[in-house]
């Protein structure tokens, strides 16, 4: 089965500026998350979808990042606008509802972020 | 709340020597536990994980991992490393297949 889509690989931005990560997940998953994983650090769940209901935001910075996940499927996180702290990899990660794969998390290559 | 404590940064070793990386995790109810592997601009790719069963889990490379209630840890083994098994790793908690918290990650380095 095909894995966990995720573009760009690579964005590089000033301060200030905008962007957009886009994530397409293992088809029939439910579940999608995005993280956040900054250099020397496990990743930090940013926010968590079941379809297209948002399940858990709670450590979101809503002042300047959003995420959207229209149709139960696909799902892109915006930043606006970025901060020198927002220098990440921004990982995306699906779930599926078999019983023999409970609890495991499907990974995307993730997104690196570098704001100058 | 959950917590998960990796209690070693980098661990050293050279090829074909056993290796232990070491997970300590706190929480109030039972929890399911991941061990994940990042190779080098990759994302994170599941190990091995414990449901319930069995305390003696077996992974995927060679990998075992064992839950001890008592001491709440997850440590993760093998018993020969090799040099492409040099990689990031993560110890993971999750309450019923849910929120996930994830270690810092312990980075493995194989040397020839």
């Known amino acids: 089965e095909a894995g966990v889509a995720q573009s760009p690989r690579y964005k590089i931005i000033e301060k200030r500026q905008s962007v957009a990560f886009w994530c397409n997940p293992i088809s029939g998953h439910a579940t999608l998350y995005w993280y956040q994983q900054i250099l020397g650090q496990g990743p930090k769940l940013l926010i968590q979808?079941?379809?297209?209901?948002?399940?858990?935001d709670s450590q979101l910075p809503k002042d300047r990042f959003s995420a959207e996940r229209l149709k139960g499927v696909d799902s892109t996180l915006k930043i606006q606008p970025a901060k020198l702290e927002d220098s990440a990899v921004y990982l995306c990660a699906s779930r599926g509802l078999e019983k023999a794969k409970l609890g495991e998390q499907f990974f995307g290559p993730g997104t690196r972020l570098t704001v100058l | 709340a959950q917590s998960v404590t990796q209690l070693d940064s980098q661990v050293p070793v050279f090829e074909e020597a056993p290796v232990e990386l070491r997970c300590n995790y706190s929480s109030s109810v039972s929890v399911y536990l991941f061990w994940y592997v990042q190779y080098p601009n990759q994302g994170l790719q599941l190990l091995l994980k414990?449901?319930?069963?069995?305390?003696l889990v077996k992974g995927i490379n060679g990998f075992e991992a064992e839950f001890n209630k008592s001491q709440t840890s997850f440590h993760l083994r093998k018993p020969s490393v090799h040099i492409s098994d040099t990689a990031e790793y993560f110890c993971a908690v999750s309450r019923g297949g849910f929120k996930t918290i994830f270690g810092a990650g312990t980075r493995l380095f194989v040397k020839a």
């Open positions: 414990y449901l319930s069963g069995s305390t």
């Open positions: 979808f079941q379809n297209n209901g948002v399940v858990d």
